[in-house]
């Protein structure tokens, strides 16, 4: 290289001089662009994702407490949450639709992520066939309970599963743990859900719960319990104070109150307290 430039003139050696660096230069910027644009890429994808996850968690939670209400409408054979299962109706089929048209105009979202949201809507779809067979089976006096809760628990697992899916998809590792703790804490809302969903089906039919019944409450309260430990040491501080101002709402102490109660079988005492204390498992 040296031995080209001497055979050079001056002025062509330096320009060859100050070209190298300024090359150089140049692929930096070049190179530090294309990171800069995939950041942003990266970002806006983000985004996407977190609105998504938004949408996703409101529709949950509409179906959960469809859940709940049409377990107890079944226990007590209609006699029980009519009027609010077909309110509560109305509310799960807009979270659908708001979920649906948001998924809809999302773009470059990778195809693991969308390919299991897909599932989850795809079996949200059939929820019209459930609640009809839920609603024939008073007239044809058919024990339709397992299939019609399982259908939620199912489909709300898929749509759950979707976002842990997205935690894979982000390098940030703040950002992921917060993610992943936003996660178990879905995880453990969904335990609460099943739980007011089993309660909910003996209120109604204002019985003593049987040993299966009773083993599976006992054992969504551990995996509850279990779900918002992992919550608890990977939230950042701003959610803990956020969780632990929340957890100290009245309605949260009746339901701890409720739960005992339940785990001493005394159903009698859950009616005769329920009617004092005015509490409704359906929020």
């Not at 879905?186 to 335990?191: D, I, P, Q, S, T």
């Not at 609460?192 to 089906?201: Q, W």
């Not at 918002?228 to 701890?256: G, P, R, W």
Request: charged share 20%; with cysteine; net charge positive.
């Amino acid at each position: 290289m040296l031995s080209l430039l001497r055979h050079l003139s001056i002025k062509v050696q330096i320009l060859a001089l100050v070209a190298i660096p300024i090359i150089a230069l140049v692929c930096f910027i070049f190179v530090q662009l294309s990171q800069t644009l995939h950041s942003i890429s990266s970002a806006e994808i983000l985004k996407e994702q977190i609105r998504i996850s938004e949408q996703l968690s409101a529709l949950v939670h509409e179906m959960q407490k469809e859940r709940g209400m049409s377990a107890g409408f079944l226990a007590s054979k209609g006699k029980k949450f009519a009027s609010e299962l077909q309110a509560q109706r109305l509310l799960t089929d807009k979270a659908h639709k708001n979920l649906s048209d948001l998924f809809a105009q999302s773009k470059d979202l990778p195809q693991s992520y969308q390919a299991q949201l897909n599932q989850g809507l795809e079996s949200v779809s059939k929820i019209t066939q459930i609640r009809t067979m839920a609603d024939d089976s008073l007239s044809s006096h058919s024990n339709v309970t397992p299939q019609v809760v399982g259908y939620y628990t199912t489909t709300i697992a898929f749509l759950l599963d979707s976002v842990l899916e997205s935690t894979k998809l982000i390098h940030d590792a703040t950002l992921a743990k917060s993610m992943v703790a936003y996660v178990n804490f879905l995880y453990a809302k969904e335990r609460a859900g099943l739980e007011r969903a089993t309660a909910n089906g003996i209120f109604a039919s204002n019985v003593v719960p049987n040993d299966t019944n009773y083993n599976k409450f006992v054992s969504l309260i551990a995996e509850q319990e279990a779900f918002m430990k992992l919550f608890v040491s990977l939230a950042s501080q701003e959610s803990l104070d956020f969780y632990f101002n929340a957890i100290k709402i009245q309605a949260l102490l009746k339901c701890k109150k409720c739960e005992r109660y339940f785990i001493q079988s005394d159903i009698a005492g859950i009616l005769v307290w329920r009617q004092k204390s005015g509490l409704i498992l359906l929020q």
